[in-house]
């Protein structure tokens, strides 16, 4: 392997890893503050997707599919935390997890019967659709650049919500104890809707920038769902820097795997072989890291102790 190709690798679990971290951050506050684990946020990203394609599509800005995808995914999530999420809190996982998965099917037929069972297509914006000049002589499609470039903004931003800011304050004053922060007057209902539909904006937002690299199509959420949750539980539920860490180990971890492990056992396999072997490999690799990390931190990177 070249090391022009091994840095483009690196990017692209780099991009990979922001997509996840956009994908994370509003389950983990959601699992962390609320306590409520939400199968039907990969739901809300696809809910995202489709909205970016259509308003793409009927008005050929990109810019506004963002917006879009943006408002689409958290009205979707005030409706579904008010009508469905808000009687889940005082239950247990058990009955979150049916509700949820009650409405993954929900939301896969409604996008069926709006949109059909074909996948829409997203075009990346003229502007980005070239390649970008790195040093060493690199090409590296601006497109996925420009979400690496997004995920660190959002993350910034969200780290200076959460650290610097009233909302963040009491974010996590309803993380370590809700009933107090309730009895001094934080109206509870409000917060968590706000919340709710904050992670879901981030969901629907990953949603439409990968919409723009891969097929808009129902049902897409759910294999980034297993990921987003691999990546909190390496992070550590509830925080913002460990989902951020969490989902670029997770995105290089699987990226890198998949292009290192072939060429390892290449070494002293035949190709058939070490392709088969290396690739079986890979797709567990994630899985190996987060067993790693639990193994010495039961908590995640950054979860809580208590």
């Keep these: 392997m070249t090391i022009v190709l091994f840095i483009e690798q690196i990017l692209n679990g780099l991009q990979f890893g922001v997509m996840l971290f956009l994908m994370s951050a509003g389950l983990t506050l959601i699992f962390g503050v609320m306590g409520l684990i939400n199968l039907a946020h990969g739901s809300l990203y696809m809910v995202g997707a489709f909205a970016a394609a259509a308003v793409a599509a009927a008005t050929g800005s990109f810019t506004l599919a963002l917006i879009a995808s943006l408002a689409a995914a958290a009205l979707a999530g005030v409706i579904v935390e008010m009508v469905v999420i808000r009687r889940l809190y005082d239950?247990?996982?058990?009955?979150?997890?049916?509700a949820t998965f009650a409405l993954?099917?929900?939301?896969?037929?409604?996008?069926?019967?709006?949109?059909?069972?074909?996948?829409?297509?997203?075009?990346?914006?003229?502007?980005?659709?070239?390649p970008v000049n790195l040093p060493l002589g690199i090409e590296y499609p601006a497109y996925r650049l420009a979400i690496i470039g997004f995920g660190l903004l959002v993350a910034v931003g969200l780290f200076l919500l959460i650290t610097r800011?009233?909302?963040?304050?009491?974010i996590r004053a309803g993380e370590?104890?809700?009933?107090?922060?309730?009895?001094?007057?934080v109206n509870i209902s409000v917060?968590?809707?706000?919340i709710f539909?904050?992670?879901?904006?981030?969901?629907?937002?990953?949603?439409?920038?990968?919409?723009?690299?891969?097929?808009?199509?129902?049902?897409?959420?759910?294999p980034v769902l297993i990921l987003a949750f691999v990546t909190i539980v390496i992070g550590g539920i509830g925080s913002i820097k460990g989902a951020f860490v969490g989902?670029?180990?997770?995105?290089?971890?699987?990226?890198?795997?998949?292009?290192?492990?072939?060429?390892?056992?290449?070494?002293?396999?035949?190709?058939?072989?070490?392709?088969?072997?290396g690739s079986a490999l890979a797709?567990?690799?994630?899985?190996?890291?987060?067993?790693?990390v639990l193994l010495v931190k039961p908590t995640g990177l950054y979860g809580n102790p208590a």
């Excluded at 370590?176 to 007057?185: C, F, Q, T, V």
């Excluded at 904050?198 to 759910?222: D, K, T, Y």
């Excluded at 890198?256 to 002293?268: D, S, Y």
């Design 165 to 170: 800011t009233r909302v963040g304050m009491r």
């Design 191 to 194: 917060l968590y809707t706000a």
């Design 197 to 222: 539909a904050l992670g879901a904006a981030l969901a629907g937002f990953a949603g439409a920038l990968v919409g723009a690299i891969q097929s808009v199509q129902v049902g897409m959420g759910e």
């Design 247 to 277: 989902a670029l180990l997770v995105g290089l971890t699987d990226t890198m795997g998949r292009v290192l492990l072939p060429l390892l056992f290449g070494l002293f396999m035949g190709p058939s072989a070490a392709t088969t072997v």
């Design 176 to 185: 370590a104890d809700r009933e107090m922060i309730a009895a001094l007057g």
């Design 91 to 98: 239950r247990d996982h058990l009955d979150q997890v049916l």
């Design 104 to 130: 993954i099917l929900i939301f896969s037929e409604g996008t069926r019967w709006l949109f059909g069972s074909f996948p829409l297509y997203l075009d990346v914006p003229k502007a980005l659709s070239g």
């Design 283 to 292: 797709s567990m690799a994630i899985y190996i890291l987060m067993a790693a």
